[in-house]
């Protein structure tokens, strides 16, 4: 008679915190035992000289969502969330985003509609494109309670940014229903003045994606989202930390005791600005934004997720077909670099690129590895512990990770319904051997056991790790209207 439905036998298992050789006793989905020798399992996986990590939450990704510039994307929840899987992912959070004269309340049940075919769990960042006062002070108060405690806002693309009066607005909402914010931090004027002066100078090319958002529109916005931020004393997270420059910027944030959080992207670590010079259609491969920046960005990215400025590695997985009419030429064959959908793919080799350029290449740690990947996502987004660590009581959500294991990424390897991968051909170290979401196998050596509907929304209650500090810089606060004796 066996003791648990599943042992994960003879491993090394790594969280963020600590590193032991233990056995993982599985039972209804959770874990109940980490010892060794654990007693027999109704279904056993072998882990010897492999290392047991909790599975990777991917905070940012966008799955089966309209572009604001135009085209679509490529991936269903079905697809995304089982490329995901082989990946050694096993939660997400992804996007329901709000447009211009919508209502929000609907978008969010499609989207909770379409969710249905995860093959892994999930839960939802909302867009907030149109800050009406129904919206503000009905609809998202509503939304937090239902466990949507993250909201997504733009400062730039002209169907999507806010202006710092509506950023406020959404600020002081996040602040009175304790829900975090999270930021696209561009300087919308100067990218289109940089835009319209550069196709007037018939400088059309993929190549000039890059020239039009140079690192200090991202450094410009990353300072004036954290002053916004800092007015109301409210926690926000800024999305895919390109350059040095914007990380600087929230380093002395985070010097001051702000509770500013970043993170980044795998495509800043291996690709630069270089790779947009190519033909357009080739070029439009590597288009997303922030744009690719220089080797010397890259270096500064991973010195930053040494000392703690970045707290998590995601995908920012915006997939859209080269060969599809709502894909990346929506706008035509010889669409400007404007013109071209910005995003690109990343849900499956997001951990082991990660892995490979960090631990393989001796930049980062085992632990750190896994703070980055799964455990610092699991506390800043409210699924702590039940996410994001190898513990009793928490979901049996494991990755066994073969960090011997040498791959050459290509797009046939993939199981992605995107039609290319921007990283064709690069030579990584480390790969998921093992997924397990919630007790049950979804990828083994190869094999793909990824079941439509197995995934699970997960609504967030409110949670400490973000609440706000009670530091303003006045002694009036704008949110509650109360003012506090000055000393």
Not at 128 to 136: A, G, K, L, M, R
Request: hydrophobic content about 35%; overall charge negative.
């Amino acid at each position: 008679m066996s003791d648990y439905d599943l042992v994960v036998r003879g491993g090394t298992v790594v969280n963020a915190a600590e590193i032991s050789r233990c056995d993982v006793g599985v039972r209804d989905g959770r874990i109940v035992a980490l010892g060794e020798n654990l007693g027999p399992g109704a279904n056993e996986i072998d882990a010897t000289g492999r290392y047991v990590m909790p599975g990777g939450i991917d905070s940012h990704c966008h799955i089966d969502q309209q572009s604001s510039t135009g085209g679509r994307n490529a991936e269903s929840f079905e697809s995304g969330t089982r490329s995901a899987a082989c990946g050694g992912t096993t939660t997400i959070i992804c996007f329901a985003a709000q447009e211009k004269d919508e209502s929000l309340t609907p978008i969010v049940t499609d989207y909770h509609r379409w969710a249905k075919q995860s093959c892994i769990d999930y839960t939802f960042h909302l867009i907030i494109s149109d800050p009406t006062e129904e919206v503000i002070n009905e609809e998202v108060p509503r939304l937090i309670d239902q466990g949507h405690r993250s909201l997504k806002i733009f400062m730039t693309y002209p169907k999507n940014r806010l202006s710092d009066a509506e950023i406020l607005k959404v600020l002081d909402v996040a602040k009175r229903k304790q829900a975090l914010v999270c930021v696209h931090a561009e300087n919308h004027d100067a990218i289109m003045y940089m835009t319209e002066k550069l196709l007037k100078a018939e400088k059309n090319s993929t190549r000039y994606h890059a020239w039009c958002k140079p690192p200090l529109v991202e450094r410009e916005a990353c300072s004036r989202i954290i002053m916004l931020a800092e007015l109301l004393a409210q926690p926000i997270q800024i999305f895919h930390v390109s350059c040095e420059e914007a990380a600087e910027e929230i380093r002395r944030a985070q010097r001051r005791g702000l509770k500013i959080f970043s993170e980044t992207c795998p495509q800043y670590f291996v690709l630069t600005a270089r790779d947009l010079d190519r033909d357009q259609r080739e070029g439009a491969k590597f288009v997303c934004s922030p744009a690719p920046r220089s080797e010397g960005d890259q270096e500064a990215l991973w010195d930053h997720v040494r000392i703690g400025t970045i707290g998590n590695v995601t995908s920012d997985h915006a997939p859209y077909n080269i060969d599809e009419l709502e894909g990346k030429f929506w706008a035509g064959d010889n669409a400007p670099f404007s013109q071209i959908a910005n995003g690109v793919p990343g849900l499956e080799t997001r951990m082991p690129i990660t892995f490979s350029e960090g631990v393989a290449k001796g930049r980062i740690d085992l632990q750190t590895f896994v703070a980055l990947t799964s455990t610092n996502a699991a506390k800043l987004f409210g699924l702590y512990p039940q996410k994001g660590t190898i513990a009793v009581g928490g979901d049996a959500d494991i990755c066994v990770w073969d960090a011997e294991r040498e791959v050459t990424i290509t797009q046939d390897i993939l199981h992605h319904d995107t039609d290319y991968t921007p990283y064709d051909g690069l030579e990584v170290t480390g790969w998921p051997a093992v997924t397990i979401s919630r007790g049950k196998v979804v990828w083994n050596d190869g094999v793909v056991n990824c079941e439509p509907g197995w995934g699970r929304f997960i609504a967030r209650p409110p949670y400490d790790y973000i609440a706000p500090r009670g530091i303003l810089p006045t002694p009036f606060d704008p949110v509650t209207l109360e003012t506090r004796e000055e000393v």
